[in-house]
Structures are given as structure tokens and as C-alpha cells.
């Protein structure tokens, strides 16, 4: 994997509905340069599925944020904030692989 592909990215659990990507970035945003945040929709209702990611430019940023955050209040709710798990890694988690 080349360094350019490198993301440092949180997955936020426990969202409120009402949390939106805008008022996510603004929460995530103290610890450092978010690049994106992203809420996590039903495909068939639209509604939030009560998880989402942040993106952050560096890693450090990235752990600060999860430091911070993690158990915090957010919109009325506890969230849960750690560092995300690629695709390709739960794919093969998923797949029944032992890691």
C-alpha cells in the first residue's frame, strides 16, 4: 500500500439520529484537519444507522481524536470512537479468516 493510500479514519458509534455530517466534522474538528465525516444512512429509509467516520489528514490527529472523544457526549449520546478497520481487513474477518 503506498503512502498516498493511507487514511486515518475513526468509526463513531452510538450516534444520535440527529447528528448530522456537518455537526460531526465540527465535533471532530478541534483534534486537527478533518478531511471528511461522513453519517452513515438505510439505504431504504435514509434515516442514520447511528454510526459514521471521520477522516482525519494525519494520524496524530486521528488519536488525539479518539483519546478525546471516545465515552464522549455528543447530540445526547455516549459515543464510541476508534480507529476504523479497512474494507479489504473485514472482508476477510467476515470471510471467516483468522487474523
Do not use: H, P
Not at 498516498?4 to 456537518?22: H, P, Y
Not at 447511528?50 to 472523544?69: C, H, L, N, S, Y
Amino acid at each position: 500500500m503506498a503512502a498516498a493510500d493511507v487514511e486515518f479514519r475513526c468509526f463513531v458509534g452510538g450516534l444520535a439520529w440527529a447528528t448530522t455530517d456537518q455537526s460531526l466534522e465540527q465535533a471532530f474538528s478541534q483534534y486537527g484537519d478533518v478531511i471528511e465525516s461522513k453519517i452513515i444512512n438505510d439505504r431504504e429509509t435514509g434515516r442514520s444507522r447511528g454510526f459514521g467516520f471521520v477522516t482525519f489528514k494525519d494520524e496524530q490527529a486521528m488519536r488525539d481524536a479518539i483519546e478525546g472523544m471516545n465515552g464522549q457526549d455528543l447530540d445526547g449520546r455516549n459515543i464510541t470512537v476508534n480507529e476504523a478497520q479497512s474494507r479489504a481487513a473485514m472482508m476477510v474477518v467476515a470471510g471467516g479468516a483468522r487474523v
